[in-house]
């Protein structure tokens, strides 16, 4: 009967030893898991910094450009200019910022729209790196109170 009771032991460590490799090997594909939304993450921020900035810097500057030739052009028509017909150079920047302002516009709004999906889609994955952390955590507790029901058993 003893020999039973120990065979039975022994068989009940031998499953706990089991679950907690298994749960060793769920907490580092974890780990894994999470390591690898981290690089993403950093990956993200590298292209933030190498796309999405100079593209606003771009647009930034285009949109100076066009304030700057409008004040230029309200600098030149108060002034009378010698051997420039004032009319023909006011028409052809009326024309110039006809097509440029529009496009500066769409330009400037495209680039605002993709930073601002940028910045929504980095959330999304810092908040999924958030949520994988504590699923991480949790299964760490979980393994702890695994082994510590294994070593009550044996005692």
């Known amino acids: 009967m003893f020999k039973f009771l120990k065979e039975e032991s022994r068989r009940d460590i031998n499953i706990a030893t089991l679950n907690e490799i298994k749960s060793e090997e769920i907490l580092e594909e974890e780990h894994t898991h999470i390591n690898k939304l981290i690089q993403d993450n950093q990956a993200a921020g ?25 004040a230029v052009k309200l600098f030149f028509s108060q002034y009378e200019l010698q051997n420039i017909n004032q009319e023909q150079m006011s028409k052809d920047m009326h024309s110039l910022f006809d097509f440029l302002m529009p496009f500066g516009g769409i330009l400037l709004s495209i680039t605002v729209f993709f930073f601002v999906l940028h910045v929504i889609l980095h959330l ?12 991480v955590i949790q299964l760490r507790s979980k393994i702890s109170n695994q082994k510590e029901r294994k070593e009550r058993w044996r005692k």
Do not use: C, E, H, M
Request: glycine share 2%; aromatic share 14%.
């Open 124 to 135: 999304k994955l810092s908040s999924d790196l958030k949520r994988q952390k504590a699923t």
């Open 46 to 70: 590298k292209k933030f910094l190498l796309v999405w900035v100079p593209l606003l810097i771009a647009g930034v500057a285009y949109s100076f450009n066009i304030v700057a030739n409008f």
